[in-house]
């Protein structure tokens, strides 16, 4: 069995708040892989092996960020999802999955930390209990680690411009496209269902929302994934095996 942690349930529809958690819970799902899941709340950094989640266990076997994890899986389970891309294709999902996951990241945390709605304050499990002091202080580290990057120095106006570009981006590869990379779903598809419907569902002000909402190929292409692959425990409460 995989046991897949994560922070837990929070904001209403969410499983997790983490992008890089629904990933992993998305390729399981389009693999047909069975999994249950763990959540650890705030206690994560006394378990997980490279001190962020997701991580995995598989019959006593850890393993530890999401790409990792998708490796292993493949190599477990075989090529469920990638098997039959050309060189081609693989290349494009790579620079994809990079551009979502080490751009629109940034973004992300930049919206959910700068948002007037405090999104992650009384986040059931992650901070919901610290004291204001306490709280502060992860923000204003945060704080400090989006302009370290980069992406805390913009702008709103240079925000909301860097936002869309991407997002029309993804708008344009996929085109009339069900998948990104044709007809059927693949490994850079659960990276980019789990970022894009994270940031649809977003209950914070945020640009990158309004950008995404606004393509109908985007708003058809979660709604897709979502009916095909989590109708059925949607935020994986039935599989839960211990709260946070
Ligand atoms: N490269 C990692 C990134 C994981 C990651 O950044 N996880 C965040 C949540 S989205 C985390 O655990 N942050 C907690 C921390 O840094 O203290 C992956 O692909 O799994």
Redesign the pocket.
């Known amino acids: 069995m995989i046991t897949l942690f994560r ?1 837990g349930p929070a904001w209403e529809t969410f499983g997790c ?5 629904l ?2 819970e998305t390729y399981l799902r389009m693999a047909g892989i069975d999994f249950e899941t763990k959540s650890l709340g705030v206690t ?2 006394e378990t ?1 092996p ?6 995995i266990d598989h019959d006593g076997t850890t393993v ?6 998708v490796a292993y899986l493949e190599d477990q389970f075989g090529m469920r999802l990638d098997g039959s891309l050309d060189a081609v294709d693989r290349a494009r999902g790579h620079v994809i999955q990079r551009m979502v ?1 080490e751009h629109i ?1 940034w973004l992300m945390a930049r919206e959910r930390w700068w948002a007037p709605e405090n999104p992650y304050w009384h986040t059931p499990g992650l901070l919901q209990g610290v004291d204001q002091a306490s709280y502060e202080a992860v923000r204003d580290e945060n704080h400090r680690k989006c302009q370290e990057h980069g992406v805390g120095a913009f702008t709103d106006e240079e925000f909301g411009d860097r936002g869309r570009q991407d997002i029309d981006a993804l708008a344009t590869l996929l085109g009339d496209s069900p998948y990104l990379l044709g007809d059927q779903p693949t490994s850079v598809d659960a990276t980019t269902y789990a970022f894009l419907w994270q940031i649809m569902n977003a209950p914070y002000t945020s640009q990158l929302k309004e950008a995404s909402l606004g393509h109908a190929n985007l708003v058809g292409y979660i709604d897709r994934i979502h009916e095909r692959f989590f109708t059925d425990d949607p935020r994986s409460l039935e599989r839960e095996v211990s709260s946070a």
């Open positions: 922070f708040i983490s992008q890089f958690v990933k992993v994560f950094s997980a490279k001190g962020k989640l997701p991580y530890a960020d999401s790409s990792i994890i996951e990241w």
